[in-house]
């Protein structure tokens, strides 16, 4: 049974930062698509950061050069460690392997 586990989301200033973890289990994680996606209320779910291989990298471009994705395969854990925080970077984030996997979500709100 594959399970997605996320943490680190909080509530935060504008200009401050968070790392959210995804912790997985059940899945071979270095063979997997994996990121991060994000709803914000009454929005569609948006791809935020991914590795579409152990190479490849996308960004959003709204969070280009303030977000990081990065991973340890042998903890099967990604983050995303997210600087200059925006408030309209309030959203739930959720960890996706695979295209098809995700996880509960965690809450990120940015205050102004």
């Known amino acids: 049974q594959v399970q997605l586990v996320e943490s680190g989301g909080g509530l935060v200033q504008a200009g401050g930062s968070l790392r959210l973890s995804c912790a997985a289990s059940?899945?071979?994680?270095?063979?997997?698509?994996m990121g991060w996606h994000r709803q914000a209320p009454g929005k569609q779910r948006e791809l935020v950061a991914q590795?579409?291989?152990?190479?490849?990298?996308d960004y959003a471009d709204s969070v280009k050069g303030r977000f990081t994705i990065s991973r340890d395969d042998a903890k099967n854990t990604v983050y995303l460690q997210m600087n200059n925080l925006k408030p309209e970077d309030t959203a739930v984030y959720y960890c996706?392997?695979?295209?098809?996997?995700w996880g509960q979500g965690t809450q990120v709100t940015v205050s102004s």
């Open positions: 590795f579409t291989s152990r190479a490849r990298i």
């Open positions: 996706n392997i695979a295209n098809y996997y």
């Open positions: 059940g899945i071979s994680f270095s063979l997997n698509v």
